[in-house]
Nanobody, 115 residues
Framework: QVQLVESGGGLVQAGGSLRLSCEAS????????ISWYRQAPGKRRELVGI???????KYADSVVGRFTISRDSAKNTVYLQMNRLKPEDTAVYYC?????????WGQGTQVTVSS
């Protein structure tokens, strides 16, 4: 009943910026937390950050001060603004939400940061 679609990935040089989007559809509302995860080749999927409501976010230590999550409830879209990107940020980025007992993932978007 919930679909998540990521977009905005691409290739960027170190120090550059990208903004990822996660468009949600279905039975999802602005009070549902949405998380961003990433998975680099050969590594476990890790939590990047979460937006709990329109004003409360938490971030992994590795991205604090560089990444910002925001939400446009009118568009049912959550954004991940990534600044001062590093090669180690290279990964597939996914958005995720848990509603009741269901866990929803998008298909992911590739971010590649060249040195």
């Amino acid at each position: 009943q919930v679909q998540l679609v990521e977009s905005g990935g691409g290739l960027v040089q170190a120090g550059g910026s990208l903004r990822l989007s996660c468009e949600a559809s279905g039975r999802i509302f602005s009070f549902h937390p949405i998380s961003w995860y990433r998975q680099a080749p050969g590594k476990r999927r890790e939590l990047v950050g979460i937006i709990i409501d329109d004003r409360s976010e938490k971030y992994a230590d590795s991205v604090v001060g560089r990444f910002t999550i925001s939400r446009d409830s009118a568009k049912n879209t959550v954004y991940l603004q990534m600044n001062r990107l590093k090669p180690e940020d290279t990964a597939v980025y996914y958005c995720n939400t848990n509603i009741g007992s269901a866990n929803y993932w998008g298909q992911g978007t590739q971010v590649t940061v060249s040195s």
